[in-house]
């Protein structure tokens, strides 16, 4: 057992078999023991980790022409030598059946929707027609901070969000509201650096203004119950409430690049 | 030879091809499935669209070879001139015989992207050539100067290959740089015109009204031309790797293996070399495109072609890691070379986990019941890692694994002999610790503070790796003067395997220019010229990335199967002579003053 440990066809399965383990188990529930919340990696993204590591392995056990020949050593013998012959018919049975169990559990039927491909941030345009008047999205700053009116505007935009957007986006603003698990995707949580920390404020307004409805069409479906809140708010209620969402989070909006 | 014989001999060519061929017949049915709309004056079969998008696609690699390739080769020739080393002449002259062949392939892709722009899309043609009209005279002219010189270039190489008619001569290949360099410019200017027209022209403003300069010079012109400048220099190499890759897997003396293995190590040398600062050239890009227009920025980084990114990523990655494959096999033909053996394992750890965070979707792909234990598309744990933070964190530590991968093979059979070697290679190691530690710190500081002071830290740890890169360099070179040595290069001892990671790396790169070309042409979605001219054909909508995905793959095949005809056409012409060489021929830097001429190729033709 001892020397088979340092063959490095043993080493590498063993690599490979820690990575799956620390990948598919690890990041679900060892962030949680030191307070760090964490979910289970999809599918999609633990396959593409464990390709990468086996081309790692792969590079490791064939960079150098003694280990490259040793980690071919045992392949060579199951497939070669005669007493070896129970293991490789054992191979040829369970690879095979291996791959077919893989076949047809991918492309057999099933009920569930397919993995979905969804874009981060959907391109804002331009302008938008917001009740028939334009309103200019690219380069626009929030007017309620530019006119110095932030307190008025954080207090007017926490009405409105609590009256409209606590209900899914949370009392916390993590996305955790009342109605948050009754959806898929669930909504957004707007804390933290990923969200609208890296979006401007005009961005926002656009979202919060066009609301499910109007997202673009290319990147289709987005699966967004967001109400297009223009039918039920003013512009400047929008803009307080962006303003509130920013405050609230203790995060800064992104900036417009300098010219 | 008859018949019967050459098919025997070619047996497994013909098999191969049998094969490739009964695969594509097979994936006919699939290819049935997909809908092919007619329109009145489409092309037929693929569309309008496509039949442009692989025009120029194919016209653009066979334009980034052509340019490319005359870098390498007047690089090569200057060290054979002021270095004195006759090898790398012959190896300058051996790709210009390359260029011949794959100048008329460039015209040829060029003229039928011209003859499709014009039947296809004449409102677009006729609108650039309002504005671009007198540049479009002067790129055909400069054309012609262009070919004349590489035709003089190439033909003169033995007439003039001594003295200042050498000069002279090495002087044509700069000039052969030179025009083919102003044409890419200049052709750059009318595709950068439609992704960022000047800001006051509007659509209603008429061609004729639009300032040539202002149009010629607009926003991402000048990165572009950077870009593609470094980027051609990196395919130029890549080539010659995989050129040279070809050859010795065909070898069938030791004196060709060495000359290969060489000719391959100088080549991926170039291009990997030179690719290390193409991620910083890129970000410039991005981030003019960025300040130009926000939109345009989102639709590429963060909307509907941040998917490219991640394909991106793991093509990179991927070119990482054969890259350094490459030179730790290597590292098996020079003498002291296992020294350094242990330490690789570690260092592929830090490409791996690299490789793992610049590859980590911000937004995954996902199933419903994964999206509801997620509570989104975002991971909350590994999020963070979609992040540019991250992401640049990773590339740059990235960089400088195989930036020490390199030193390593440099320093592999070198004894120092200079007083201070020791405290040079602390300072070394100093320096690359420090490095590392000041890019993590941004990169961790990056999630603490505001988005566009974070986009800021990017140009912090592109400065820092830039200035590690060529500090420790110059100390390197310092540290081997007068230099010991272990043992002479064993050119030619080099597993076949290793050569297979330079067709990789070809493939990559070449894949690479066809996804990240239509990432940039894309972001423009529906308009021919951004907010200017809209795109009214049945193709204006912005193709899925797994249609784009084929075309482009089509397009590398393409390419690739005629650059294979190229080379094969280019041996035809005239046959490498291998003979040993002057015994002059040192070449401390790259070959250790152990290299052995007798095993070295050529001097001449």
């Known amino acids: 057992m001892r020397k088979n440990l340092q063959e490095p066809f043993w080493q590498a399965l063993i690599v490979l078999a820690i990575s799956y383990v620390l990948l598919k188990w690890g990041i679900p529930y060892i962030p949680p023991l030191i307070g760090v919340s964490s979910a289970p990696v999809p599918q999609s993204v633990l396959v593409q980790f464990m390709l990468t590591v086996a081309v790692g392995v792969l590079v490791w056990v064939s960079d150098n022409e003694e280990r490259w020949r040793r980690f071919k050593q045992p392949i060579r013998e199951a497939l070669v030598l005669p007493e070896r012959k129970r293991v490789r018919v054992a191979l040829l049975v369970l690879l095979p059946l291996l791959v077919g169990f893989v076949t047809y559990d991918t492309v057999r039927p099933r009920v569930d929707a397919p993995a979905g491909i969804r874009a981060v941030h959907p391109a804002p345009p331009t302008q938008i027609d917001f009740r028939g008047e334009p309103v200019r999205i690219e380069g626009a700053e929030n007017p309620l901070r530019e006119e110095g009116r932030i307190e008025e505007a954080r207090e007017r935009g926490f009405d409105i969000y609590y009256q409209s957007c606590m209900p899914c986006h949370g009392d916390y603003l993590d996305g955790q509201g009342h109605f948050a698990h009754g959806y898929s995707p669930a909504p957004l949580t707007l804390r933290g650096g990923s969200t609208i920390a890296q979006l401007t404020e005009s961005y926002v307004f656009w979202r919060i203004a066009k609301g499910g409805p109007g997202l673009p069409r290319e990147g289709n479906p987005w699966n967004s119950a967001m109400p297009a809140w223009e039918d039920f708010l003013t512009e400047e209620d929008i803009w307080a409430v962006t303003l509130f969402l920013y405050e609230q989070a203790g995060i800064s909006p992104r900036t417009w690049e300098e010219h | ?605």
């Open chain 2, 1 to 605: 030879m008859n018949v019967k014989d050459l098919l025997l001999e070619r047996k497994g060519w013909i098999v191969a091809l049998l094969a490739v061929g009964g695969m594509l017949l097979l994936a006919f049915p699939l290819v049935a499935q997909y809908s092919v709309p007619e329109y009145g004056d489409d092309f037929p079969l693929i569309g309008s669209r496509a039949a442009v998008w692989i025009a120029a696609q194919v016209h653009l690699m066979f334009a980034a070879f052509v340019l490319g390739v005359p870098m390498f080769a007047v690089i090569a020739e200057a060290v054979s001139i002021f270095g004195k080393q006759d090898r790398y002449d012959r190896l300058a002259k051996e790709f210009t015989r390359l260029l011949l062949v794959a100048y008329s392939a460039t015209a040829l892709w060029g003229g039928l992207l011209l003859f499709l722009l014009t039947t296809l899309y004449p409102t677009l043609w006729s609108y650039l050539a309002e504005i671009f009209g007198a540049s479009m005279w002067v790129y055909a002219g400069l054309f012609f100067i262009e070919s004349a010189t590489l035709y003089t270039y190439y033909y003169t190489w033995e007439r003039w290959k001594r003295g200042r008619a050498k000069l002279f001569h090495w002087g044509l290949g700069i000039l052969l740089n030179v025009w083919g360099t102003t044409v890419m410019f200049i052709a750059n200017s009318w595709l950068t015109y439609m992704t960022s027209p000047p800001a006051d022209v509007t659509p209603d403003t008429a061609p004729g009204m639009v300032q040539f300069w202002s149009a010629f010079a607009n926003a991402t012109w000048m990165p572009i031309n950077i870009h593609r400048l470094i980027a051609n220099a990196v395919f130029g190499g890549a080539i010659v790797a995989a050129y040279a890759a070809y050859r010795f897997l065909k070898a069938k003396t030791p004196e060709e293996r060495a000359h290969y293995d060489w000719m391959g190590y100088v080549g991926n040398l170039i291009a990997i070399g030179v690719f290390l600062v193409l991620p910083f050239a890129g970000y410039w890009l991005g981030r003019e495109i960025y300040e130009y227009n926000q939109q345009m920025g989102i639709t590429m980084m963060g909307g509907f072609m941040s998917w490219l990114w991640i394909v991106q990523a793991f093509l990179i990655g991927v070119l990482f890691l054969a890259a350094n494959y490459y030179l730790w096999i290597g590292l098996g033909r020079i003498p002291g070379g296992e020294r350094f053996a242990p330490y690789t394992k570690y260092m592929l750890v830090v490409l791996v986990l690299g490789f793992i965070v610049w590859a980590t979707p911000h937004s995954m792909i996902a199933t419903r019941d994964e999206l509801a234990a997620m509570g989104g598309t975002h991971h909350p744990f590994l999020g963070v890692l979609g992040l540019m933070s991250a992401k640049n964190t990773a590339v740059n530590l990235m960089i400088l694994t195989t930036f020490l991968s390199f030193l390593m093979y440099r320093r592999a059979n070198k004894i120092p002999t200079v007083s201070w070697a020791r405290t040079g290679t602390i300072s070394q190691g100093t320096i690359l610790a420090v490095a590392s530690i000041v890019v993590l710190f941004y990169g961790v500081y990056g999630y603490f503070v505001p988005t566009i002071v974070r986009i800021g830290f990017s140009v912090y740890q592109v400065l820092i790796v830039l200035f590690t890169i060529v500090a420790v360099l110059v100390i390197d070179v310092l540290i081997a003067r007068g230099a010991d040595t272990r043992g002479p290069i064993r050119w030619g001892q080099m597993p076949e395997r290793s050569q297979y990671a330079l067709f990789v790396i070809v493939v990559t790169f070449t894949w690479l220019m066809g996804l990240m070309g239509f990432a940039r042409s894309g972001i423009r979605q529906h308009w021919h010229i951004w907010e200017v001219m809209r795109d009214t054909s049945p193709h204006a909508a912005t193709p899925a990335l797994g249609y784009a995905a084929q075309v482009i793959s089509v397009c590398v095949i393409l390419f690739l199967l005629m650059i294979a005809f190229v080379f094969w056409i280019g041996g035809l012409i005239e046959k490498p002579q291998l003979v040993p060489q002057e015994t002059e021929d040192t070449d401390a830097a790259e070959l250790g003053p152990g290299y052995e001429p007798s095993l070295q190729p050529a001097t001449g033709d």
